[in-house]
């Protein structure tokens, strides 16, 4: 249409301002860490929470630029030392900003625990957790696009059957037959002493959470396939 025009929003802003918990572009990957993963004490954003894990700090570093966070978020009994959303809210306009349609909302919720060991049964509750969650809080209006849900799991050893588990993961649910979009659940699970990490395979924030590698820019993530999705 002539003179149509696309906006992408985030929580708090459009893409390239880069507040926390914006949507970001997918080449933005906004500031990380120091040399070696340590962060200055002067160089922590006033308005990012503080861990009193060193991990879970330097994996808030990364998420910061695209997700809020909090710290010691309870749900449905359970309790996570980090949770994180990211709110994605695509439009287009014709002429003016006021005059919009095909609006298209995406949600990813991140939860994070720490499992020592963890079992297949563990990773079952977590997935079953994400189904209720999914039922109760998502909105499927005709604007909703998709809502992941996202458990990532902090080890110290992740045995074969626990990983072919999460590797194997697959859990999607289209609403109304695909017409109001669609919910995801997402597992993770990371032991960041042996700089070794498992995913399912929509699980596109794993990057934030293998610290010990630079995030590649190439990777799209969520948003990169949410604005290819709305391009076509």
Request: charged share 30%.
């Amino acid at each position: 249409m002539t003179g149509a025009n696309e906006e992408t929003d985030g929580a708090n802003g459009s893409i390239g301002e880069a507040p926390s918990g914006s949507a970001t572009a997918p080449d933005s990957t906004g500031p990380i860490e120091a040399e070696g993963g340590a962060l200055p004490a002067d160089d922590w954003p006033d308005e990012l929470p503080r861990w009193d894990d060193e991990y879970l700090n330097r994996v808030a570093r990364r998420l910061a630029p695209h997700y809020d966070l909090e710290r010691d978020y309870a749900v449905d009994g359970e309790r996570f030392p980090m949770y994180g959303e990211l709110r994605i809210q695509h439009q287009r306009h014709v002429l003016h900003p006021s005059v919009t349609f095909a609006e298209h909302r995406t949600q990813e919720h991140v939860f994070v625990c720490e499992i020592d060991r963890p079992t297949v049964g563990d990773l079952t509750a977590l997935g079953a957790l994400g189904d209720r969650l999914a039922a109760d809080r998502v909105d499927a209006d005709e604007d909703h696009y998709s809502t992941d849900f996202t458990f990532a799991i902090v080890a110290d050893a992740i045995a074969d059957d626990v990983a072919d588990f999460v590797e194997g993961y697959s859990n999607r649910t289209l609403l109304r037959g695909g017409l109001r979009g669609h919910t995801e659940v997402n597992l993770i699970a990371v032991v960041p002493d042996a700089e070794t990490s498992v995913a399912s395979a929509s699980a596109d924030v794993e990057q934030a959470f293998r610290v010990w590698e630079s995030i590649d820019p190439d990777e799209p993530g969520l948003l990169g396939r949410v604005l290819s999705w709305v391009a076509r």
